[in-house]
């Protein structure tokens, strides 16, 4: 096992998210590969506009925890093929701190799709936010379906392409972290 820290973030505050289940699946993987983890979750850091003054007091433990990590995984919702706006709300919140770091996305879905466009988009925004983006992505589709009560996922496929993201991003990250402290 890493000691690297990869933190996951829960991109969706809307209530009745099914996405929640799927993020706490990642997050008990993401422990098993890595050890050192935590769920951020958007909900706790409400934004309602970007460059309030006055954002959440706890805005700052964001900032701390996304400064620690050496990498993360996204779990997002496609919504009208987009990310939520209160994802990018706390993504806008910080800037240096994803620098040259892997992101890895897992998206959610109700539909046949799978939220393919949604990690598309993300891509686009984690390269300006100059993150590295994964090539694997892991795609949920049919969420009722995909995934049990206790929150795990029905077939082994979308296990295996969750290992296969994360062990890309376990390369990523065991490259750029020294490679960040060396510059
Ligand atoms: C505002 C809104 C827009 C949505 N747009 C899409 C979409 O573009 N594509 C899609 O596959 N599902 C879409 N959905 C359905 C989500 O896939 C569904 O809610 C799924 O459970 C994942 O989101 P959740 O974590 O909010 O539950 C949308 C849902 C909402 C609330």
């Given at each position: 096992?890493?000691?690297?820290?990869?933190?996951?973030?829960?991109?969706?505050?809307?209530?009745?998210?099914?996405?929640?289940?799927?993020?706490?699946h990642?997050?008990?993987?993401?422990?098993?590969?890595f050890?050192?983890?935590?769920?951020?979750?958007?909900?706790?850091?409400?934004?309602?506009?970007?460059?309030l003054?006055?954002?959440?007091?706890?805005?700052?433990?964001?900032?701390?925890?996304?400064?620690?990590?050496?990498?993360?995984?996204?779990?997002?919702?496609?919504?009208?093929?987009?990310?939520?706006?209160?994802?990018?709300?706390?993504?806008?919140?910080?800037?240096?701190?994803?620098?040259?770091?892997?992101?890895?996305?897992v998206?959610?879905?109700s539909?046949?799709?799978?939220?393919?466009?949604?990690?598309?988009?993300?891509?686009?925004v984690?390269?300006?936010?100059?993150?590295?983006?994964?090539?694997?992505?892991v795609?949920?589709?049919?969420?009722?379906?995909?995934?049990?009560?206790?929150?795990?996922?029905?077939?082994?496929?979308?296990?295996?392409?969750?290992?296969?993201?994360?062990?890309?991003?376990?390369?990523?990250?065991?490259?750029?972290?020294?490679a960040?402290?060396?510059?």
């Amino acid at each position: 096992m890493s000691d690297l820290f990869i933190p996951v973030l829960l991109g969706t505050a809307r209530p009745g998210r099914q996405s929640e289940l799927v993020a706490a699946h990642v997050l008990d993987t993401v422990k098993q590969r890595f050890g050192q983890t935590e769920l951020i979750d958007v909900a706790d850091f409400p934004i309602s506009a970007t460059g309030l003054t006055e954002s959440p007091e706890n805005l700052d433990r964001y900032r701390e925890t996304v400064g620690a990590a050496d990498g993360y995984v996204l779990v997002v919702p496609e919504y009208n093929h987009g990310y939520p706006g209160e994802l990018k709300l706390l993504l806008d919140a910080e800037y240096h701190a994803y620098g040259r770091k892997p992101v890895g996305f897992v998206s959610v879905s109700s539909g046949m799709i799978g939220g393919a466009r949604v990690v598309e988009q993300l891509r686009l925004v984690a390269a300006a936010l100059r993150m590295v983006p994964v090539s694997p992505a892991v795609h949920v589709s049919n969420v009722a379906e995909a995934v049990t009560a206790d929150g795990r996922f029905t077939s082994a496929s979308l296990d295996e392409v969750l290992a296969e993201m994360l062990a890309e991003l376990d390369w990523f990250a065991s490259a750029l972290t020294p490679a960040r402290a060396a510059s």
